[in-house]
């Protein structure tokens, strides 16, 4: 195997099984995803212990991937969303098991009035997608994809089963946040992590930034989403399903909490350290054992509607319950993107780790290169 030379970033000897892992991935990736761009990133007890990164952040191969590139992690950040559910959780402004529409009353339309927030955030209030084929530039206008969703019925009886909203759930759990908090998870996100902690972490990314960012290059094929129903087709497959029509602008500007969060490894890794550590970072207390525990436990487990697995859902997050995709541990939770990015967290090792690529897969969950370098660390 040749080594690639443009390998950074911070690994020690103990760890030498994970720089060998994550040189594989740029030469002999599982299923020939060779790396373009990448960056892994693991905190023990908060600490970083491991960041590495290399390759480059443009397709011509003239910019090198570097410390401050950021990626987008599409789905990834939910983590982060789930956590800033939780925090209004903390401060008693929502309740997981209160009805979404106490705090947001037209959500209750259309026999939804007794979803609870707890199942909102767990992918069960059967809002996967719109009912109806819509333009994709409706999700540049956040009131209208709210109206719509807010007076639409739900695909199956709520609590009954889970079914992931790829898109939605940053609108709905969006817009809870907003009228508990008085602020959107863009503004909270800057104001309550990236500035006092340090994160180079956004939901609505300044123009000002975009020179930061790597392109990537999209999956060689579809993912399998097992047999195609009209739940799948509103989720994934309908002309508006997904944003577009506005260009790359736009779309990275725009505050999207489920779908366009750009960031490090280093720093979802860090944020991720409050799930592994207790709800604490950097020595301050974010959400009590009490909130945490409520955040981390199982809601639902089953055949996901819309992703052909069987997940566990906590709040906002999935639960490592087979595959084991975020290590050894069961109590482990986290959260993929789009294209192969992860981010997790590990209590019981009090671990927490994120991987961002730039070339794209088609797995939906479980990207052999993630699953490759965890279990390096972990040394399976």
Not at 296 to 312: A, M, Q, S
């Given at each position: 195997?040749?080594?690639?030379?443009?390998?950074h970033?911070?690994?020690?000897?103990?760890?030498?099984?994970?720089?060998?892992?994550?040189?594989?991935?740029?030469?002999?990736?599982?299923?020939?995803?060779?790396?373009?761009?990448?960056r892994?990133?693991?905190?023990?007890?908060?600490?970083?212990?491991?960041?590495?990164?290399?390759?480059?952040?443009?397709?011509?191969?003239?910019?090198?991937?570097?410390?401050?590139?950021?990626?987008?992690?599409?789905?990834?950040?939910?983590?982060?969303?789930?956590?800033?559910?939780?925090?209004?959780v903390?401060?008693?402004?929502?309740?997981?098991?209160?009805?979404?529409?106490?705090?947001?009353?037209?959500?209750?339309?259309?026999?939804?009035?007794?979803?609870?927030?707890?199942?909102?955030?767990?992918?069960?209030?059967?809002?996967?997608?719109?009912?109806?084929?819509?333009?994709?530039?409706i999700?540049?206008?956040r009131?209208?994809?709210?109206?719509?969703?807010?007076?639409?019925?739900?695909?199956?009886?709520?609590?009954?089963?889970?079914?992931?909203?790829?898109?939605?759930?940053?609108?709905?759990?969006?817009?809870?946040?907003?009228?508990?908090?008085?602020?959107?998870?863009?503004?909270?996100?800057?104001?309550?992590?990236?500035?006092?902690?340090?994160?180079?972490?956004?939901?609505?990314?300044?123009?000002?930034?975009?020179?930061?960012?790597?392109?990537?290059?999209?999956?060689?094929?579809?993912?399998?989403?097992?047999?195609?129903?009209?739940?799948?087709?509103?989720?994934?497959?309908?002309?508006?399903?997904?944003?577009?029509?506005?260009?790359?602008?736009?779309?990275?500007?725009?505050?999207?909490?489920s779908?366009?969060?750009?960031?490090?490894?280093?720093?979802?890794?860090?944020?991720?350290?409050?799930?592994?550590?207790?709800?604490?970072?950097?020595?301050?207390?974010?959400?009590?054992?009490?909130?945490?525990?409520?955040?981390?436990?199982?809601?639902?487990h089953?055949?996901?509607?819309?992703?052909?697995?069987?997940?566990?859902?906590?709040?906002?997050?999935?639960?490592?319950?087979?595959?084991?995709?975020?290590?050894?541990?069961?109590?482990?939770?986290?959260?993929?993107?789009?294209?192969?990015?992860?981010?997790?967290?590990?209590?019981?090792?009090?671990?927490?780790?994120?991987?961002?690529?730039?070339?794209?897969?088609?797995?939906?969950?479980?990207?052999?290169?993630?699953?490759?370098?965890?279990?390096?660390?972990?040394?399976?």
């Amino acid at each position: 195997m040749t080594v690639p030379t443009n390998i950074h970033g911070l690994c020690p000897d103990r760890f030498a099984a994970v720089r060998a892992a994550f040189a594989a991935n740029f030469t002999e990736a599982p299923e020939g995803l060779n790396e373009q761009a990448a960056r892994f990133s693991v905190c023990i007890e908060g600490e970083v212990v491991i960041d590495l990164w290399g390759g480059w952040a443009d397709a011509a191969k003239t910019v090198p991937y570097d410390q401050n590139t950021l990626t987008p992690v599409f789905s990834t950040g939910k983590a982060v969303m789930a956590l800033l559910i939780a925090t209004c959780v903390e401060r008693g402004v929502l309740d997981y098991d209160t009805p979404v529409a106490s705090y947001w009353p037209a959500f209750g339309q259309a026999s939804k009035d007794a979803v609870t927030v707890g199942q909102m955030m767990s992918h069960q209030a059967g809002l996967p997608g719109f009912a109806e084929t819509v333009d994709p530039t409706i999700w540049f206008d956040r009131q209208a994809v709210l109206d719509r969703l807010a007076a639409q019925a739900p695909m199956w009886p709520p609590g009954t089963a889970s079914g992931y909203h790829p898109i939605t759930i940053g609108f709905l759990a969006g817009e809870l946040f907003r009228l508990a908090d008085g602020r959107s998870m863009g503004a909270a996100l800057r104001e309550d992590f990236a500035a006092p902690f340090g994160l180079d972490l956004w939901v609505g990314l300044p123009e000002a930034e975009h020179g930061r960012v790597a392109s990537l290059r999209k999956p060689a094929s579809a993912p399998d989403l097992g047999t195609i129903d009209s739940i799948k087709t509103s989720a994934f497959l309908d002309r508006g399903s997904a944003p577009g029509g506005r260009g790359s602008t736009a779309w990275r500007a725009m505050e999207m909490p489920s779908a366009n969060l750009h960031g490090t490894a280093r720093d979802l890794a860090r944020i991720m350290g409050v799930m592994a550590n207790g709800g604490r970072l950097d020595g301050q207390t974010v959400l009590s054992p009490g909130v945490l525990a409520e955040m981390l436990r199982e809601r639902i487990h089953g055949r996901d509607k819309v992703v052909p697995f069987d997940v566990g859902w906590a709040a906002g997050l999935m639960r490592n319950e087979g595959p084991y995709i975020f290590g050894p541990n069961p109590t482990a939770v986290g959260h993929c993107g789009w294209g192969g990015s992860c981010a997790f967290a590990d209590p019981d090792a009090r671990v927490s780790g994120a991987y961002v690529m730039t070339r794209q897969s088609p797995h939906l969950i479980g990207d052999p290169r993630a699953v490759r370098l965890i279990g390096a660390f972990y040394g399976r």
